[in-house]
């Protein structure tokens, strides 16, 4: 079973810059796509970006399409998400999470991932 850890999260004023990380344990990324959510008080969690397992392939949302990057370290054990002119309404929980059945090659919905991160706060103050 594998199992997900992020990190990197963090406060960070307007306009700034995070990367968040993502590793694994227990078995190996490589070939799950991989996605990152995020979740504000009071909200339910959304779609952020995700990766065909490859990188080849990625999806963003439109609220961060062009500020934010995901991409698949070297030995595609740890996944990464570049989070560039930040807003205060980036603010919130974010969560990677792996989609192992595969059926899917670049998911974009909660309920296509079936294993999920512990989450990390990201906090944008104005």
């Known amino acids: 079973q594998v199992q997900l850890v992020e990190s990197g999260g963090g406060l960070v004023q307007a306009g700034g810059s995070l990367r968040l990380s993502c590793a694994a344990s227990?078995?190996?990324?490589?070939?799950?796509?991989m996605g990152w959510f995020r979740q504000a008080p009071g909200k339910e969690r959304e779609f952020v970006a995700a990766?065909?397992?490859?990188?080849?392939?990625?999806s963003y949302a439109d609220s961060v399409k062009g500020r934010f990057t995901i991409t698949r370290g070297n030995a595609k054990n740890t996944v990464y998400l570049q989070m560039s002119s930040l807003k205060p309404e980036d603010t919130a929980i974010y969560y990677c999470?792996?989609?192992?059945?595969?059926?899917?090659?670049?998911?974009?919905?909660?309920?296509?991932?079936?294993?999920w991160g512990q989450g990390t706060q990201v906090t944008v103050s104005s």
């Open positions: 227990g078995r190996t990324l490589t070939s799950y796509p």
């Open positions: 990766s065909s397992w490859s990188g080849v392939s990625t």
């Open positions: 999470a792996a989609h192992t059945s595969r059926i899917v090659i670049v998911p974009t919905r909660v309920n296509e991932y079936d294993v």
